[in-house]
């Protein structure tokens, strides 16, 4: 079982300059980067950030050499998203990484026809608007989806009642559109096989309703939905979660490194390596609208062993042993 610590964020619009002061002779590249929720100042301690750089560098780009990273957030004001997008693309980059799910992917579509755009963790680009289909974007934008399916919504519910057993009401904390769709089809009848009643917790324009609504229903756990407002607003959910001491599970890293309990979904750190060859390849002259939206081929489990033991809780071995990170 691999151990390590690692850093999270939370984030306000920060430019970060990480080239060194001269260039040599040559052709350099300038790749901008927008960030929903990281502070840019912590963004080198993100195993993911590593993982990019590291592929970048497998390509032969060097920062301080012939590239140039352009690093933008909005440390979680998603009001100010299109003005940081705006200002990002007057910085001229050759190719703009979209943190963040799709909103931040519409803002800087919003700011730029020309400039490519890579999706690092796009949730539905098609229907987003960003895409004509996977198969063929046609336009300035590629890259990845981050979503795997109503199947491992279904699978994350299964892993949380085998962590707490005794779990017989859980929460999930979606949308209408996904309760009543197949999203919430598979995880209901997920939640009959395993024999524990699913109270649907919908998340509209307030999540401090939602969760008074669960202090009503007295769950026993909560599955947070994949979807792009959850992922903005992880810390907020993980804190509203941790007064009413819920343990929860995450369909993304950052709900476990903000604090809490579990997660279970794309290998993040395997998506942005692979980012770094698709820079690559638009650098080289490819054309987005060219390029298919690449799908996730790697699942992790994270454990914040911190978090199960302030809630009280013992993570049955097995569960441990299965664990791709946890956090001490």
């Known amino acids: 079982m691999k151990r390590r610590h690692f850093i999270t964020f939370i984030g306000g619009a920060v430019a970060w300059p990480v080239a060194a002061r001269t260039q040599p002779a040559g052709k350099v590249y300038r790749v901008g980067w927008l960030l929903h929720i990281w502070k840019v100042a912590d963004v080198p301690a993100q195993p993911v950030f590593r993982g990019f750089v590291r592929g970048l560098r497998d390509a032969g780009y060097v920062e301080g050499q012939n590239l140039v990273l352009e690093l933008r957030s909005a440390e979680g004001k998603s ?45 539905d680009p098609v229907g987003a608007g960003l895409v004509e289909s996977l198969s063929h974007p046609g336009g300035n934008i590629t890259g990845f989806t981050g979503y795997t399916g109503p199947e491992n919504e279904a699978k994350r519910l299964q892993i949380l009642k085998e962590a707490i057993p005794n779990a017989t009401r859980i929460a999930f904390l979606t949308t209408q559109n996904d309760w009543e769709g197949s999203v919430g089809q598979h995880v209901q009848a997920a939640a009959r096989t395993l024999g524990v009643t699913l109270t649907f917790a919908e998340h509209a324009e307030d999540y401090i309703d939602a969760f008074a609504m669960m202090t009503r229903d007295r769950p026993h ?23 009413q001491r819920m343990p929860a599970i995450y ?77 001490e």
């Open 79 to 123: 009001e100010r998203i299109g003005e940081i997008a705006t200002e990002l693309v007057s910085r001229n980059p050759d190719v703009i990484l979209a943190g963040g799910g799709d909103f931040n992917a519409q803002a800087l579509q919003r700011a730029t026809k020309s400039v490519p755009i890579v999706l690092l963790y796009s949730f």
């Open 221 to 243: 756990a909560l599955l947070v939905a994949t979807d792009t407002r959850n992922y903005v607003d992880t810390q907020l959910i993980v804190d509203l979660a941790a007064e």
């Open 251 to 327: 369909p993304w890293r950052e709900g476990v490194a903000t604090g809490g309990l579990m997660s279970y979904g794309v290998d993040a750190v395997d998506l942005f390596r692979r980012a770094a060859g698709l820079v690559d390849k638009i650098l080289k002259s490819a054309k987005p609208a060219d390029i298919p939206i690449e799908r996730p081929t790697k699942l992790e489990l994270l454990i914040n062993l911190k978090t199960a033991k302030a809630l009280g809780l013992a993570i049955p071995p097995t569960l441990f042993a299965r664990a791709n990170e946890v956090i």
